[in-house]
Every structure is written in C-alpha cells, then in structure tokens.
C-alpha cells in the first residue's frame, strides 16, 4: 500500500494542441495552418520531414517535469494516432509507458474532440482514484479553465504545461501552478531559419552568370546557352536540399545518458528551490529514478551513489558534511 504522505501525479496531454502550438512557435504565427495541406499529402517530402524535425515535442521533457511532483499514476495523450505527424511520437510515448487514447475525427478538424474527452477521463479518474493529489494538464487552449477550476475545488493541485504565446492567460491564472514547455529542462528554444533565405541566394546566383555572355556570341551559341540554362537551374535546386538532410542522432551510451539524467534531476530540484541552494543526494537520486526507472550507478560500475557524484565533478558539485551528502549544478 503506498504511503498516504506520497504525491500521486496524473497527467493528460492534449497532444494535438501541444505539437501544433510549438510548430507554430519554431515557423512563425499560424505556420501548421499554412502547411497542413503539405503535411498530410507528403510528409516525406524533404523540406517538410526538415521543418517538422527542428518542431519536434521533448516528450520526455514533459514526463519528466511532472514527475518532479511525485509519483506517476498514469499519463495519457489524446490525439489522432493515424495523423503521420503524432505517428513519428508513438515510439517516444509508448517508451515513457504513456497510454495513447486515439480520437477518430468526426468532422474536418475535430474541434473539441481532446477537449471533452480529456475532461470527462480526468474528472471520472479523481472520484475513482481518491488518492491522486496532482494534475498536470499540458495545453493551452481555454477550454480547459472549467476542468482546472473543478480539480482544486475537488482539492488537487493543478499545474499547467503550455507553449509561450499560444497559452490562454486565463488558463494559466487557473492553475496553481504554471510552467512554459519553452523553459523545462532540457527543452531548446528554438532558433531563427537563417537556411532557407540562403537557399534562394544560392539559387539565384548560377542563373545570372551566364546571361553576361550572350552578347558577343553567335546565334547557335546563345541557343547552346539557352539548353544549358535548365540544367544549372537543376543543379542549384538540388544543392539546396542538401545541408536539410536530417541524419538520426547516435544513440547514447549508459554513462552519456545517466549524466543526461543527473543534470536534468538537478535542474528540476533547483527549479523547485533557489538556483544556488544544495540539494539532498537522497532527493536527487530518487528524482534520478523517477526520470529514469532503469538507473542504477552499481550497474554502471560504482559502489554508491556518492561515487557516481564524485565522478561527475564537471557537471555537479558534491559537499559532505557529517552525514549529509548535498549536491548542486556546477554553474557553466
């Protein structure tokens, strides 16, 4: 039986309004409106696999966060499962033990369709499962305000989990606690495409260069000239898909990723605390095994917890003062 002073956390991603959201907030105001039709007649079309790449969700980020809350009793993201863009996070969910909820559209956009659904589980699951003490709802529509208001009048603790600039005010006044998926841990802000502007320089450049000559050139050699134009077109278009090719990252050893995990459980514990502030090893360990259930620092060659610390000395700072061991991120 789990100890009545545990946090027990349930999470409900409505997944469509959180991809959607930070595509927009990686292309520009209203980009996946602009390129749906694109999306769902190619999706493997090189510029659209690129810019669907660099507006991929952290779900793991996400996870995380709320685990930094307590325990996880269930997570769930609501969407349409068969759409090519959630279809490349199902692998990702399906790893962090996410249960899927598949909505099948009834009309053009499904309006409401997570909405409802996410609420109606979400209410049913707080009478069913009394001992849940946390909420984390990750959207940003307004939609949502009834359902955080009814949580904490039921007597949860609502956090909130949004995209800047496409989160409603009045959701995040709801909550009793808000937080940007821009500023989690882990979670790169996206950057200007200074790439594509590049493309049409470089495109534009082969095509001006030869009509300088024509002038002093016979008939026969303007024609000449004339068939070789298509051909340096087509080679400026193939040299500008060139650098969007996306290769898939090297997956990490066991010591890469346990110090991945290390200063993602120690920036969520200084999130919670000041940013100078010494956390117990204790309470990072087991944030470290909340992230990642599979961490064990026997398993990767060290005879406590302490140790493993110690040989991470360039990411974190150890002090051991009588039996208390703290910890903190070494600054940069």
């Known amino acids: 039986m789990a100890d009545p002073q545990d946090t027990r956390v349930a999470v409900y991603l409505d997944f469509d309004n959180i991809v959607i959201s930070w595509y927009d907030r990686v292309h520009g105001r209203s980009a996946y409106s602009k390129d749906r039709q694109r999306i769902l007649e190619d999706p493997h079309d090189p510029e659209v696999a690129e810019r669907l790449s660099r507006a991929m969700i952290d779900v793991s980020a996400i996870i995380d966060y709320a685990s930094s809350f307590g325990t996880l009793v269930l997570t769930r993201a609501y969407a349409d499962w068969s759409s090519p863009v959630n279809a490349e996070y199902r692998s990702q969910l399906v790893a962090r033990a996410v249960d899927l909820v598949q909505l099948f559209p ?6 409401n369709g997570a909405d409802i659904r996410l609420a109606v589980d979400a209410v049913e699951d707080m009478f069913r499962l009394p001992d849940l003490t946390h909420v984390v709802i990750v959207a940003g529509d307004s939609d949502y305000v009834p359902l955080a208001q009814r949580c904490k009048r039921l007597g949860r603790y609502v956090i909130g989990v949004g995209v800047a600039g496409s989160t409603a005010k009045s959701l995040a006044a709801a909550c009793d606690e808000f937080e940007s998926y821009d500023s989690l841990p882990g979670v790169e802000r996206p950057q200007p495409e200074p790439r594509r502007a590049k493309a049409k320089e470089t495109a ?12 002093k050139e016979s008939t026969r050699g303007s024609r000449r000239q004339k068939a070789a134009q298509p051909v340096d077109e087509a080679e400026a278009v193939v040299e500008v898909p060139a650098p969007i090719i996306v290769l898939p990252d090297p997956v990490p050893d066991d010591q890469e990723q346990a110090t991945k995990t290390l200063i993602r459980a120690l920036r969520l514990g200084h999130d919670k605390a000041d940013a100078d502030e010494w956390l117990h090893s204790s309470a990072v360990k087991t944030q470290m095994r909340r992230i990642d259930p599979s961490f064990s620092e026997k398993a990767l060659g060290y005879r406590s917890f302490s140790d493993f610390l110690k040989s991470r000395d360039g990411v974190a700072e150890l002090s051991e003062e009588g039996h208390e061991r703290l910890v903190r991120l070494k600054e940069e």
């Open 106 to 111: 009834a009309a053009a956009y499904a309006k």
């Open 204 to 215: 534009k450049e082969p095509v001006k260069e030869p009509a300088k000559e024509p002038a």
